[in-house]
């Protein structure tokens, strides 16, 4: 036994002053080979220095794709002192309590921050590049390189030592897609920021443990650089994406139709006599909640206090969660205004999609549930509500076969009703003979809608749109979109065409969503930025 805990004890304490000596070199003697880099203008380096450095050279010098953005680095750079103690401040905050949660566990007493500074030197950007979309979205493709000075010092206080790490000389290089989308017209005017990266990152840092560079152990070193790069691609490379929400709903984020529901008015009961004859000629007004489209009704029941309509309507629905409808009853009056015989309404959330479900509601004078006046009997109303979301594919493919053991891919397309959603987004280089106050028209099956006049501009941008809901998919048909110029005042010839384009709905309906830039006929260069969507239930 003394001959085996003689050699165990030699081998350990052999190993401890190896590990013990190697660090007080890296301490004591590594650090001094190190030197200030030499400064020297580019006229003074050999062809073969210049090679060399080419690859630090900024993007936009060697890519037209590229955008310098001095006065975004200048910016950075003036609000970098500030910045620097922001950041550093709320790392301590969003590190002290994973500190906390350390401290009396493996003898550890207190681990706090020694010293924590990014440094005097900014992340500058190498050059940006922006991509033009017809997406209601902005993409650039920023290049940050961050030479730091950074120097992080963590102190763990284990029984009665001191043990301490310290991060220095950060390196950083990245190539972020930012997507900035939807864009909306509500500060800062889009909904969601999305980030991934386009290049494995370099990150190259040193790392000192008891005041020794661990980094210059051989082979340590680029272990854990590749390590940590693998690791960041793995997590944030593209296509994956880091998706940060700005705007919410009630931020004024714009929501897109997500279904239909089915309104079926079926029946009042007890209504209020307004006439003097003891009856009422009632009608059921009806809308959404955060709509500007006009309310429907149905029709006229005269001189009935249990009337029943049996009517069908259909609203489009955006946001099922917070949407209500809103339905006011009245008694029709011939020359002075509508009285009102109650109101109530259903909030969405009560249903339950592609199920329908009876309402018997009692009419109220108002909505405030303090008013006195809802104490009075003002009779009942009975509807029935049916909420159908779109479909997620508005087509099926299916593969068929020819007998010879050739085979196809045909898209089924669904036979259900739905809603054609048209976006006339801009026009480009339009101009009329006497005046250029664009606005767009657009044409479908007998209706008419219109976008705002934009006066004297050649390059209008509208980004309104419009609905029109269907029974069937519109495979056979064509939507023609105006672009026409409006002259104020009642004056001789105040309307003049600028262009017009005729759509076919086929490649639509297949491919649920056509995102186009037409030429206008019937101008010279005229353009014109259209997005239709075909949704289905």
Known sequence: MGLVGGVLGFGLGLAIGLAAAYLVYLRFFAAHHLQDPV????????????????????LWVKSPDYERVDWMNK???????FLDKAICNNIKRATRQIFDQYAGQYGIESIEFAQLTLGALPPTFQGVKVYEMQEKELVIEPVIRWASTANVIVKA????????????????MITPRVTLKPLVPSFPCFANLCVSLMEKPHIDFGFKLLGGDVMAIPGLYRFVQDQISKQISILYHWPKVIQIPILDGASGATKKPVG???????????????????????YVKMRLSGERLSSKKTSVKMSNLNPEWNEHFRFIVKDPETQVLELHMFDWEKVKMHDKLGLQVIPLRLLTPY?????????????????????????????????????????????????????????????????????????EDVEGKRHTNPYAEVLFRGERKKTKVIRKTRDPRWSEEFQFMLDEPPVDDKIRIEVQSKRRGLRFRDKESLGHVDINLADVVNNGRINEKYHLINSRNGALHVEIKWNTV
């Open 157 to 172: 206080k284990v029984h009665y030592f001191e043990v301490s790490a310290q991060l220095v000389d950060l390196h950083i």
């Open 39 to 58: 400064i020297r203008p580019l006229r003074d380096l050999d062809s073969e220095a210049l090679q060399r450095i080419i690859p630090d050279i900024p």
């Open 260 to 282: 239909i529901l089915h309104v079926k008015v079926i029946r009042a009961m007890n209504l209020l006599k307004m006439d003097l004859l003891g009856k009422s000629d009632p």
């Open 355 to 427: 199920e329908s479900k009876l309402f018997t509601l009692d009419l109220l004078k108002s909505m405030n549930s303090n008013d006195p006046h809802n104490k009075k009997n003002r009779g009942k109303l009975i509807v029935e509500l049916t909420f159908d979301p779109f479909r997620e594919d508005n087509s099926r493919t299916s593969l068929t076969s020819d007998g010879e053991g050739n085979a196809s891919v045909r898209r089924d397309i669904s036979s259900n009703g739905g809603v054609l959603v048209v976006s006339v987004e801009n026009a």
């Open 75 to 81: 910016f950075i750079f003036d609000m970098w002192p």
